[in-house]
């Protein structure tokens, strides 16, 4: 059961993504909306690269790693490596975030971005899912979970702590 409730924050968060995109791409379209000057704004762009336009161009590129990033995580959960819930919950929200993203690669080629920080990125819901579930999953690990660092090595798959 803990496993559908992650599987729907995941599509939650891909959907979310997906609305904002659309209502961005319905009433932001030549507007930029300023909600705190000089520090956030809302208007409509694309982008065909990763972060700050990094790999422009690189469509089928990310689609693969975003396919290959399913695999190990799929892979990963399945053989119990990853199943503390609050990692649990981190990849979610990754999950998510990517689902958002690739939906966009592979319609457009283009993912939309509306959420301006005007002295450092234009980004999206989906990227807001990815780098807080990251940045949350590194903190956890680094300060909770030594045992997921350590050089040990793990006798075998823990059971399902995670509840079902």
């Given at each position: 059961?803990?496993y ?6 995941a ?18 379209m ?8 000089g ?5 409509y762009?694309?982008?065909?690269g ?5 790999l ?23 053989k ?31 993912v ?8 450092f990125?234009?980004?999206?819901v ?18 909770k ?12 798959p823990h ?6």
């Amino acid at each position: 059961m803990f496993y559908l409730v992650l599987t729907l924050f995941a599509a939650a968060a891909a959907a979310l993504d997906q609305l904002t995109k659309l209502l961005a791409k319905t009433y932001l379209m030549g507007k930029t909306l300023v909600l705190i000057p000089g520090w956030l704004q809302l208007h409509y762009i694309t982008n065909d690269g990763m972060a700050l336009s990094l790999l422009s161009g690189k469509r089928w590129l990310f689609v693969i790693l975003t396919i290959v990033y399913f695999s190990i995580v799929i892979w990963a959960v399945a053989k119990k490596y990853i199943y503390k819930k609050p990692e649990l919950w981190c990849i979610a929200a990754i999950t998510g975030g990517a689902v958002g993203n690739l939906i966009d690669r592979i319609a457009t080629g283009q993912v939309v971005d509306m959420i301006c920080v005007p002295w450092f990125s234009t980004f999206n819901v989906a990227d807001m899912f990815i780098t807080v579930g990251a940045a949350i999953l590194v903190v956890y690990i680094l300060l909770k979970d030594r045992e997921f660092l350590s050089d040990k090595k793990k006798d075998e798959p823990h059971d399902d702590t995670a509840g079902s």
